[in-house]
C-alpha cells in the first residue's frame, strides 16, 4: 500500500492565509515542508480519502492524474475536506464520445477523456453536500460519479479494497464525520481525520485491528483539549491505548495530518521536537509505502 499525503494542514492552511501570527509569519518565510495545504491523502493511485480545493491543484504539481482515482472516501463535508462542486470538471459532453482527438477541438468541455466511474462513499451529510453541488449528480452520466452510504462499524468492499467507517467525535452533530480503517492486499491503515476521539462502540472497533500504519490528524498540537480534534496531550494518550491493547503489526508507523498553525510549531521544528517519540509529522508530497 503506497500513501501519498497531498495536503496535511488544518482548515486555514498553514500558513493560516490571513494570518500573521509568529507561526504563520515563519512559515512563510521558511517554506518547503513547512507549508500546508487542506489534508487529503491518496492510496495506491485509485483511491482517495477526501477531496478538496487543494487536492484540485496540488495532484498535477505531485505528477498525479486524478483521472486513475476510482474510489473516493470521503470523512465529512466541512469544506477544507470535501468540495463537490469541484467534481463538475470532470464532466464530458455525450456527443465528443467516439470522435477522433482533430474532431473534439470544434467541441467546448471541462475534459476530453472518458472517464470510469468514481464511486464516493460517505454520511448522509456528505450525500447532501454533493447533491447540492450544481450540475453534479444531476448530470452523472456525463461526471460519472456514483454515491454510496456507508454504515457506522459495518465493512464495505470497493474494488480489492474493505474499509470500515468509525464514527468519529467532531462538531455536536452525531454522525458527521467518519473515520475509516482501510485493509487492502494484507496491510491495515486507520486514517484518522477529524476527531476528537470515539464513542466507545466505534473505539472497540478501532481497538480490535491490528495496524502497518496510522495516520491522525494533530489539530491542536500543544494548545488546549478539544471534543472535536486531537491536541498532542490526547494523541499521547490514544497511542498508550494503542500500545495497551497490542494493535501495532511489526514495523508499523504513527503519522500526524491536519497540522493547524496557531497552536502547533512549523514542521521543521515540531517533527524534530517528535522524532523521539516515534511520532511522524507528515507533511505534503510526503509518500510512505506500506
Not at 494570518?19 to 512559515?27: D, G, K
Not at 458527521?176 to 476528537?196: M, P, Q, V, W
Not at 522524532?275 to 508530497?285: N, S, W
Request: aromatic share 8%; hydrophobic share 40%.
Amino acid at each position: 500500500m503506497k500513501v501519498t499525503f497531498i495536503g496535511t494542514g488544518a482548515g486555514e492552511g498553514y500558513p493560516g492565509m490571513w494570518c500573521e501570527c509568529p507561526n504563520c509569519t515563519r512559515t512563510r518565510q521558511l517554506g518547503g515542508r513547512n507549508i500546508r495545504g487542506n489534508s487529503c491523502a491518496l492510496i495506491d493511485g485509485d483511491l482517495l480519502i477526501d477531496m478538496n480545493a487543494h487536492f484540485m491543484s496540488a495532484a498535477p504539481r505531485l505528477g498525479i492524474s486524478p483521472a486513475g482515482i476510482r474510489t473516493l472516501l470521503v470523512t465529512h463535508p466541512h469544506m477544507d475536506h470535501f468540495a463537490p462542486e469541484l467534481l463538475w470538471t470532470r464532466a464530458m459532453a455525450p456527443e465528443l464520445r467516439g470522435l477522433s482527438d482533430e474532431e473534439m477541438r470544434a467541441h467546448i468541455s471541462p475534459t476530453f477523456t472518458e472517464l470510469p466511474v468514481l464511486h464516493i462513499y460517505g454520511n448522509e451529510h456528505v450525500r447532501s453536500a454533493l447533491y447540492a453541488a450544481p450540475n453534479v449528480m444531476q448530470q452523472a452520466e456525463r461526471t460519472r460519479v456514483a454515491y454510496h452510504p456507508i454504515e457506522d462499524g459495518v465493512a464495505q468492499a470497493a474494488q480489492d479494497v474493505t474499509f470500515i467507517p468509525i464514527r468519529a467525535r467532531h462538531t455536536p452533530v452525531r454522525g458527521f464525520s467518519h473515520n475509516y480503517i482501510i485493509e487492502r492486499g494484507g496491510k491495515a491503515l486507520l486514517y484518522a481525520s477529524d476527531t476528537g476521539g470515539y464513542d466507545a462502540d466505534m473505539l472497540d472497533i478501532v481497538l480490535s485491528h491490528r495496524y502497518d500504519c496510522v495516520i491522525m490528524e494533530g489539530t491542536f498540537g500543544l494548545g488546549a483539549r478539544s471534543d472535536d480534534h486531537m491536541s498532542l496531550e490526547k494523541i499521547r494518550e490514544m497511542r498508550r491505548l494503542f500500545d495497551a491493547h497490542g494493535v501495532w503489526k511489526p514495523g508499523a508507523s504513527f503519522h500526524l495530518t491536519h497540522i493547524c498553525p496557531h497552536w502547533t510549531p512549523p514542521h521543521d521544528e515540531y517533527a524534530e521536537m517528535l522524532k523521539g517519540e516515534g511520532i511522524e509529522v507528515a507533511y505534503d508530497g510526503k509518500v510512505i509505502e506500506l
